[in-house]
């Protein structure tokens, strides 16, 4: 480690102990979420240490494209003053651009290397526990934050590209900055204009970062918007003044939806190199069976730069390409939550991807529990935790069942664009943010039945007293 390296890499750590006393509401829990943060840091700071002596995981294809845009000729900001800014090439480049802004620092007043993007990508994935913790805390109690935040910072998937100089980690953390501040929006009352701010910071950082996710990142306002509509149309006395209303609301839904599915459609296009606007069987097949191909040094319709990565594909290449399209969606889409498929297991750094596995599948188990249990309140009357009680139940069942919607979306969405293990285990990074909050509440409220059933089992008789009627 140089001393530039080591000097950036404290300087992170005073902003995240900084930012560690802002999240936490008292003293008693800013003590314990600045040990954590540090702790969370250090850990992954410490990897990429190592990882730069030892290498043992080999940094990833365009690891260091941030740094050539700052490079460049007239720096970072030609993205915007050059000839070529509408280029399908500039526009690729400018979802790298608020990576390289962030680093901008770094590199300019510490030092020009890789080393430096992973810490702050170190940095970044700490920074995502203490904003699911400033959150859950200040929305439901410590116990629900606390496990809130152990879940954003041990994901697998979060840990690993904390130590890889990718933007990923940057989209998973402004994805939670903006579910959360949604959660807050549509559960709260105040500070409501602070965080539609912070809603419409993140919702633009995200956009930039990975635009084809505009669609999934519109699925909570649009939910809630149209069950309002419906609500408003619903209450209209009249027969027909309702038909005609609902006609208009559904034409209306329907062209928005549209031309935001369009827009999203052709811009992702256009980044993957097809300037004409094509169905979308290209992108599903084609351009899949063309992605198939990196890493095998046999791709036809790729350039050799776009043919780098490590090859894991789901079954041999031949295989795949001959298989139904039908069949192969259903391969993907599995394929995108079981990681690695059975017969993929085969060394450790895919036994470790199996950790990433279980972790996604509790976490969907959790949230769809956490939706059980608000349906049942709904309809057994109100049986839910205090915690949960300060809040409209018809609220909290909207705001879970919209993220369970965005987290399957999203899943297919992502799922038929994914041809191999490797990528599928990074682009879930941009899924499980819409499962952490659900999963948060209900593992919290599940390690507390445990705590009770614990120590009932443990009491001597008579010890504990039972309320009326237990």
């Given at each position: ?97 608020l990576e390289a802004l962030v680093n901008l620092p770094a590199v300019r007043f510490f030092e020009d290397s890789t080393v430096m993007l992973n810490y702050t990508n170190s940095f970044v994935g700490a920074v995502a526990g203490l904003v699911v913790f400033g ?301 952490i909050f659900a999963s948060g509440i209900y593992a919290a409220q599940a390690m507390r039945w445990i705590e009770v059933g614990l120590k009932r089992a443990i009491a001597l008789p008579g010890a504990v007293k039972l309320a009326p009627?237990?």
């Amino acid at each position: 480690m140089t001393l530039p390296e080591l000097l950036y890499a404290l300087t992170l750590a005073g902003i995240g102990g900084f930012l560690s006393f802002l999240v936490a509401p008292t003293r008693r829990d800013a003590i314990g979420v600045v040990i954590f943060y540090q702790f969370s840091y250090w850990f992954r700071a410490i990897i990429v240490v190592l990882n730069h002596v030892l290498n043992f995981f080999p940094q990833k294809y365009m690891s260091d494209f941030s740094i050539g845009l700052m490079d460049q000729p007239g720096g970072l900001f030609a993205l915007f003053t050059g000839v070529n800014t509408f280029s399908t090439a500039n526009i690729t480049a400018m979802k790298f651009f608020l990576e390289a802004l962030v680093n901008l620092p770094a590199v300019r007043f510490f030092e020009d290397s890789t080393v430096m993007l992973n810490y702050t990508n170190s940095f970044v994935g700490a920074v995502a526990g203490l904003v699911v913790f400033g959150y859950m805390r200040r929305l439901f109690n410590e116990r629900i934050g606390t496990m809130g935040m152990l879940l954003a910072s041990a994901y697998p998937a979060a840990l690993n590209f904390s130590f890889f100089s990718l933007r990923d980690i940057f989209i998973y953390t402004f994805l939670l900055i903006n579910i959360f501040s949604f959660a807050w929006i549509m559960l709260r009352r105040d500070h409501r204009f602070l965080n539609v701010m912070i809603y419409g910071a993140s919702f633009l950082c995200a956009t930039i970062l990975r635009v084809s996710f505009l669609i999934f990142i519109l699925v909570l306002p649009g939910w809630f918007l149209f069950l309002w509509i419906m609500r408003n149309v619903g209450s209209v006395r009249h027969l027909y003044e309702r038909m005609f209303l609902s006609v208009v609301a559904a034409l209306i839904l329907f062209i928005t939806a549209s031309v935001v599915t369009l827009g999203a459609y052709f811009v992702v296009l256009h980044q993957v190199g097809i300037t004409s606007l094509v169905g979308p069987e290209v992108l599903l097949q084609d351009y899949v069976s063309a992605r198939a191909g990196r890493g095998t040094g046999i791709s036809q319709t790729m350039s050799a730069a776009d043919a780098q990565g490590t090859f894991s594909m789901y079954v041999p290449l031949s295989t795949f390409n001959h298989m139904p399209f039908v069949a192969r969606v259903a391969l993907q889409l599995v394929a995108f939550i079981i990681i690695p498929l059975p017969w993929q297991l085969n060394d450790a750094s895919r036994a470790l991807a199996l950790t990433d596995t279980i972790f996604v599948l509790c976490c969907m188990w959790w949230s769809w529990r956490l939706q059980r249990m608000l349906r049942g309140a709904a309809r057994d009357g109100p049986s839910l935790p205090p915690v949960l009680q300060q809040y409209s139940l018809p609220t909290l069942r909207r705001l879970g069942f919209a993220l369970l919607i965005a987290f399957v979306m999203s899943w297919f969405g992502f799922g038929v664009l994914v041809s191999d293990s490797g990528n599928a285990f990074r682009m879930r990074l941009s899924v499980e943010p819409f499962i952490i909050f659900a999963s948060g509440i209900y593992a919290a409220q599940a390690m507390r039945w445990i705590e009770v059933g614990l120590k009932r089992a443990i009491a001597l008789p008579g010890a504990v007293k039972l309320a009326p009627g237990e």
